[in-house]
């Protein structure tokens, strides 16, 4: 069974970097037609796509952030990385990782990180 | 970007009844390699997203086959032909059609 547990302090200061890491169980991150996908939902709000790595390292960020965004992965953890930098209160979300398998769609995610920006 | 663009927002509907979402998209979503990547997403309170209905009509595993999606190039429909306890949440649709990935604003379902 899949699972992907997103870990990362809860507060962040505004102007500084937040930093997400997403772990993956019962999968390789480096298996063919996965992609490796952070999406955010502010509180009581929709979704917003933020990016993603894939299976042989392609990443793709949403133009909306690319400025901000970091997405890296650790082979050797199974695990997928998110760095959003200078962070406002406009950041303050639930971050979720999640797999998005090619041909499918988003068929896994993690329970999601609630990450506050506050002085 | 693609917008996808739900009505309603809101939809109160009693128990045992259906229930109709709707999601127009700003432009077609017909890939290049002939499918359609428009997907369903189910919220529940105080869970993540889950996976309902793939490739417009295509049924997730679990999924209960009283969930049924339709719609071709920029119109899609999810409907819920009786409408359990279970089902209350905030319904996405969403595309993966062309990057940037997008969502629709959600459609709650909430029992009358």
């Known amino acids: 069974q899949l699972q992907l547990q997103e870990s990362g302090p809860g507060l962040v200061k505004p102007s500084e970097t937040l930093s997400l890491t997403c772990t993956v169980s019962g999968a390789s991150i480096s298996t063919t037609n996965y992609y490796w996908d952070w999406i955010r939902q502010p509180p009581v709000k929709g979704l917003e796509w933020i990016g993603r790595?894939?299976?042989?390292?392609?990443?793709y960020y949403n133009p909306s952030l690319k400025s901000r965004v970091t997405i890296s992965a650790d082979t050797s953890k199974n695990q997928f990385s998110l760095m959003l930098s200078s962070v406002t209160a406009a950041d303050t979300a639930v971050y979720y990782c999640?797999?998005?398998?090619?041909?499918?769609?988003?068929?896994?995610w993690g329970q999601g990180n609630l990450v506050s920006v506050s002085s | 970007d693609v917008v996808l663009t739900q009505t309603p927002l809101s939809s109160p509907v009693s128990l045992g009844q259906p229930a109709s979402i709707s999601c127009k998209s700003s432009?077609?979503?017909?890939?290049?390699?002939?499918?359609?990547?428009l997907n369903w997403l189910q919220q529940r309170p105080g869970q993540p997203p889950r996976l309902l209905i793939y490739k417009i009509s295509n049924r997730f595993s679990g999924v209960p086959d009283r969930f049924t999606g339709s719609g071709a190039g920029t119109d899609f429909t999810l409907k819920i032909s009786r409408v359990e306890a279970e089902d209350v949440g905030v319904y996405y649709c969403t595309q993966a059609s062309q990057l940037p990935y997008t969502f629709g604003q959600g459609t709650k379902l909430e029992i009358k």
């Open positions: 432009q077609s979503l017909l890939h290049s390699d002939g499918n359609t990547y």
């Open positions: 790595i894939s299976y042989s390292g392609t990443i």
């Open positions: 999640a797999r998005l398998v090619g041909g499918l769609g988003f068929d896994y």
